[in-house]
Structure formats: C-alpha cells, structure tokens
C-alpha cells in the first residue's frame, strides 16, 4: 500500500485522487501495481476524506496529555507517538488532525507502523485534508518514506 501511496502523491492531484477512483485505479494498474493492492490504497484513501473532523475541539497539546488505548499503542511504538508529539509541538498537527492520523494508522494494514510509514501517513493525509504544509516539512515527511521504500 505505502510504494501506492507515495506514487500518487508523486504522480496525481489530490482532486484526481479525491474524484477519479476509476481514473486513478487504472493509473496505477498501467504503472504495475496488482490489483488488491490498489484497491487496498484506494480503499485506505477514501477512509481519509471520509473521517469527520468537525466537533467540539480538542485541548492543545501543550496543555493536556493524550492517552493511548492499548490498541493504539500497540500499533503506534514509543518512536511514532514522540513524533506525533513534536508534529503538534511544531503546529504542523491540529489536535483533530492527529486523531486523524491517528485513526487512519490503525487502519493500515499490520501490527505495528514503522516511523516512515507512519510519516508517510501522516503526509497523505494532510494531503487528502488539503491541509497547508510548508514544503520544506512535505519534503521531509516524502523523502524519509522514498528512500526506505523497498522496490
């Protein structure tokens, strides 16, 4: 799912990927990818515009501490929540936005996320979210990912 991921956000337009799931699936077809995997990525995609973040708003994170339920902590190590942290310390993660990470890390496949996946997710769904990001933070998120990435 993640070598899908990093070959949209390299190749399509968000409003591509957001309006153009067929577009988009035979994209990825023409370029290799098998098929469960696409579906996989696009079905994981989708679950990002879906995820609501409107509501009442979350304590900033320099005031409260947020607890981890088991399953989140044991799917996000030790690495992965100090770097959630510092996203929020930094400004680049709202409160909402981190649950959203949060929750679409959970929806990945596999026990546990490595960091540069978990930064791979987190730069998807900014992306998705049409969240601001300097390109400078972009660039480190992607670059991270694109040189771990097996082929």
């Known amino acids: 799912m993640y070598d899908i991921l990093v070959f949209l956000f390299e190749n399509c337009q968000q409003a591509d990927v957001a309006l153009d799931r067929a577009g988009v699936a035979k994209k990825l077809s023409a370029a290799g990818f098998e098929d469960s995997d696409i579906s996989e990525a696009l079905h994981w995609l989708a679950g990002v515009r879906t995820t609501p973040i409107e509501g009442s708003p979350?304590?900033?994170?320099?005031?409260?501490?947020?607890?981890?339920?088991?399953?989140?902590?044991?799917?996000?190590?030790?690495?992965?929540?100090?770097?959630?942290?510092?996203?929020?310390?930094?400004?680049?993660?709202?409160p909402q936005m981190r649950e959203v990470v949060i929750e679409r890390a959970l929806a990945a496949a596999g026990d546990n996320l490595s960091l540069d996946q978990l930064k791979l997710i987190v730069l998807m769904v900014l992306w998705n979210q049409q969240m601001p990001t300097s390109r400078l933070v972009a660039e480190d998120l992607f670059s991270a990912q694109l040189a771990r990435l097996p082929n």
């Not at 339920?69 to 709202?94: M, N, Q, V, Y």
Request: aromatic residues 8%; glycine residues 6%.
């Open 58 to 94: 979350l304590p900033d994170a320099r005031t409260s501490f947020r607890a981890y339920a088991p399953r989140e902590l044991a799917k996000l190590d030790a690495h992965c929540r100090g770097f959630l942290l510092t996203l929020e310390h930094s400004g680049i993660l709202a």
